[in-house]
């Protein structure tokens, strides 16, 4: 019986803007993906070709997220963390370990789970799931850009760029930005 794997992984953390994306994804042994790892290290173009692969042939995969006012009340850590926890009580499958990206992992309701740092190279679940996450994240920003252009959501996808900032303090906050970010308080005039 081979263990299944659940890898879990997040984009969003460091943007000023928008909620944080976590994705679990259990692959099929008996169909691999080739070119899986880090989706920061793979072209747009790329990254959409295993999105779709991913979203074919894993056992099973789910989104989970934070929204910018969990973002807010709870802190972007422990929202992170629950919009993991949601990720993996989305999967359709139960995994017999969970491996998050990184240096720490929530309670997944007592399923098995350890924390893989640089993670997103070493197993491919959890490259499957960096690759849902950002996919998904940037379809978000670059919608997010089609409503609020001047803002260039599309191209720095809400880190806190230079251009970003830059227009943070000529047009101000949305309310899609995340208030409890140093940026953002500043733009409200809150520090």
Same mark, same amino acid.
Not at 171 to 175: K, N, S
């Given at each position: 019986?081979?263990?299944?794997?659940a890898?879990?992984?997040?984009?969003?953390r460091?943007?000023?803007?928008g909620?944080?994306?976590t994705? /679990?994804?259990i !692959?099929?042994p008996? +169909?691999p993906? =080739? $070119?899986?790892?880090?989706?920061?290290k *793979?072209s747009e173009k790329r990254?959409?070709a295993l999105y779709?692969?991913i979203?074919e042939?894993?056992?099973a995969?789910?989104?989970?997220?934070a929204?910018?006012?969990e973002?807010?009340?709870?802190n972007?850590?422990? /929202?992170t963390? !629950?919009a993991?926890? +949601?990720?993996v =009580? $989305?999967l359709?499958?139960?995994?017999? *370990?969970?491996?998050?990206?990184?240096n720490?992992?929530p309670?997944?309701?007592?399923?098995?789970?350890?924390a893989?740092?640089?993670g997103?190279d070493?197993?491919?679940?959890i490259?499957a799931?960096?690759i849902l996450a950002?996919v998904?994240?940037?379809?978000e920003?670059?919608?997010?850009d089609?409503?609020?252009?001047?803002?260039?959501f599309a191209?720095?996808?809400?880190y806190?760029t230079?251009?970003?900032?830059a227009a943070?303090?000529e047009?101000?906050?949305?309310?899609e930005?995340?208030?409890?970010f140093?940026?953002v308080?500043r733009?409200?005039?809150?520090e």
């Open positions: 019986m081979t263990l299944l794997i890898g879990v992984d997040e984009v969003g460091g943007p000023l803007v909620d944080v994306v994705a /679990a994804v !692959l099929d008996h +169909r993906i =080739a $070119g899986l790892r880090d989706s920061k *793979l990254r959409a779709d692969e979203r042939k894993a056992l995969f789910s989104l989970g997220r929204s910018v006012e973002i807010d009340r709870l972007i850590l422990h /929202a963390m !629950l993991m926890q +949601r990720a =009580a $989305g359709s499958v139960t995994p017999g *370990l969970v491996r998050v990206d990184g720490r992992c309670d997944f309701g007592g399923l098995a789970a350890e893989l740092v640089k997103d070493k197993e491919p679940a490259s799931a960096s950002k998904t994240r940037d379809n920003m670059k919608a997010l089609a409503r609020y252009p001047a803002y260039g191209s720095h996808k809400g806190p230079a251009a970003h900032l943070l303090a047009h101000g906050a949305l309310v930005h995340r208030s409890s140093k940026p308080r733009a409200l005039g809150l």
